[in-house]
């Protein structure tokens, strides 16, 4: 993997940033938190080494919630129309970046899909080669 500049924004226009960093994970989560946070079957995120988010354009407009209860659980969005919005992680040591988020195409592709058990009836299936697992992938 290399240094990889990632550019994003929300629905309205309102917010933009830039990320520039080693893409280390790309998974689809399927845990009940990402459906509500994402309002679908699962979400998209990508993790990047990084030790910031550059906001380009109004990151004044950027709003937080963390759960109380989680450990890493977060989400940063767009105050004006409510886009899940890229955040930095010390948990994770890096930026978690809404897939959809993004102006453009990353380099790496999704790895995974993370938290398979707790997927919903309706939401998609593995038709794909993608790996399945319960919770977190074994560490690599």
């Not at 938190?33 to 906001?55: E, I, M, P, Q, Y």
């Amino acid at each position: 993997m290399s240094v990889e500049r990632l550019t994003g924004s929300c629905l309205c226009g309102a917010v933009h940033y830039e990320i520039e960093g080693e893409p280390t994970r790309f998974y689809h989560c399927h845990c009940s938190r990402c459906r509500k946070a994402s309002g679908t079957g699962h979400a998209s995120n990508l993790l990047v080494a990084t030790d910031k988010v550059n906001w380009t354009k109004g990151e004044e407009l950027v709003g937080h919630y963390k759960v109380p209860e989680a450990e890493r659980f977060a989400r940063w969005f767009c105050r004006q129309c409510g886009s899940p919005l890229p955040r930095f992680s010390p948990e994770l040591r890096g930026a978690v970046i809404p897939a959809g988020s993004l102006d453009m195409e990353p380099s790496i592709r999704p790895q995974a899909r993370i938290f398979w058990d707790s997927r919903t009836s309706w939401s998609c299936s593995a038709e794909d080669d993608l790996p399945a697992f319960g919770e977190y992938p074994p560490a690599t």
